[in-house]
T-cell receptor, first 111, second 110 residues
Framework: EDKVVQSPLSLVVHEGDTVTLNCSYEVTNFRSLLWYKQEKKAPTFLFMLTSSGIEKKSGRLSSILDKKELFSILNITATQTGDSAVYLCAHCTSGTYKYIFGTGTRLKVLA | DTGVSQNPRHKITKRGQNVTFRCDPISEHNRLYWYRQTLGQGPEFLTYFQNEAQLEKSRLLSDRFSAERPKGSFSTLEIQRTEQGDSAMYLC????????FGQGTRLTVV
């Protein structure tokens, strides 16, 4: 069955640190991989990745996909307390548009 | 506001009662999803629609749960004979190539 595994489950860093969050997936027919940030309420969209090796970047956040090894990473540089959240990874399979989520990585950034 | 809208935001109900939630998607999106999320877990897929057609429903979904999307616009999710285990955040999302979430309906069954 298709699944998504995220690591670490939780992480505590200090402001200014760089973090790398991992997402590995098992999927029969890959369409895309998505990253979301969830604070107190609904997940907010960060990135969608479809091709290997092409980095997506938005400010201090970046993400890349490796379709051969079936994983993606999300990097956050110069972390700030506002980056504290749960980061969710989801994959979408070809032939269906269903998104399967991992359990998330809970990031806490200390001042 | 042109985002995904969910109502109500909070619902407290007694065990055994029926509840219905509404989701208004982003207008140009033809796909609409329902997810359930409990504390410490990622969103769990329940069902999704393409226009008015319900294309997939989770095998884990009890027959007490039903969803509709008449006319391919807003959607409703009904839970009949609620149980305490149904307490969760119910999230709706609509999508083109990405899925965008509403603020959710938090259900508490007492």
């Amino acid at each position: 069955e298709d699944k998504v595994v995220q690591s670490p489950l939780s992480l505590v860093v200090h402001e200014g640190d760089t973090v790398t969050l991992n997402c590995s997936y098992e999927v029969t027919n890959f369409r895309s991989l998505l990253w979301y940030k969830q604070e107190k309420k609904a997940p907010t969209f960060l990135f969608m990745l479809t091709s290997s090796g092409i980095e997506k970047k938005s400010g201090r956040l970046s993400s890349i996909l490796d379709k051969k090894e079936l994983f993606s990473i999300l990097n956050i540089t110069a972390t700030q307390t506002g980056d504290s959240a749960v980061y969710l990874c989801a994959h979408c399979t070809s032939g269906t548009y269903k998104y399967i989520f991992g359990t998330g990585t809970r990031l806490k950034v200390l001042a | 506001d042109t985002g995904v809208s969910q109502n109500p935001r909070h619902k407290i109900t007694k065990r055994g009662q029926n509840v219905t939630f509404r989701c208004d998607p982003i207008s140009e999106h033809n796909r609409l999803y329902w997810y359930r999320q409990t504390l410490g877990q990622g969103p769990e897929f329940l069902t999704y629609f393409q226009n008015e057609a319900q294309l997939e429903k989770s095998r884990l979904l009890s027959d007490r749960f039903s969803a509709e999307r008449p006319k391919g616009s807003f959607s409703t999710l009904e839970i009949q004979r609620t149980e305490q285990g149904d307490s969760a955040m119910y999230l709706c999302a609509s999508g083109g190539s990405e899925a965008f979430f509403g603020q959710g309906t938090r259900l508490t069954v007492v």
